[in-house]
């Protein structure tokens, strides 16, 4: 017979397999930076900076290095004078496509009633 150790048995699973691609892909402004990378084609960083109003340098820099950690984004570093970096969203970003379409289709249908829903909770019913 096998036994489970007791600390294992105990372990919590999460009850929501999605999660950790909720937290990869929909973090604050990650899908906007993918959104305009799978969209829009390489980019320099002013570019890429310019298309996302309210982003700031340091946290779009954050952005990328973390999405570039995660596979999602590739950055070229161009060896001319001034140098000259590039960014683009992989392979790997441009699978998450469908995952965007299916939200902006969603959104299309469903974000009236979103809207009507919280104006009616404001007004108290």
């Not at 950055?75 to 496509?97: G, H, I, M, S």
Request: charged share 20%.
């Amino acid at each position: 017979m096998t036994t489970v150790p007791r600390a294992a048995a105990n372990a919590t699973v999460d009850p929501c397999p999605i999660t950790p691609v909720i937290d990869l892909v929909f973090g604050r402004w990650s899908t906007q930076v993918l959104w305009v990378l799978t969209h829009d084609g390489r980019l320099r960083f002013t570019e890429l900076q310019q298309r996302i109003p309210g982003l700031t340098p340091k946290v779009l820099t954050q952005r990328l290095r973390q999405l570039e950690r995660d596979g999602l984004v590739a950055r070229t570093y161009y060896a001319e004078v001034p140098p000259r970096v590039e960014y683009a969203a992989t392979p790997l970003a441009a699978t998450l496509a469908p995952v965007f379409g299916s939200i902006v289709d969603w959104s299309g249908e469903h974000l009236a009633e979103v809207l009507a829903a919280r104006a009616a909770y404001d007004a108290g019913g």
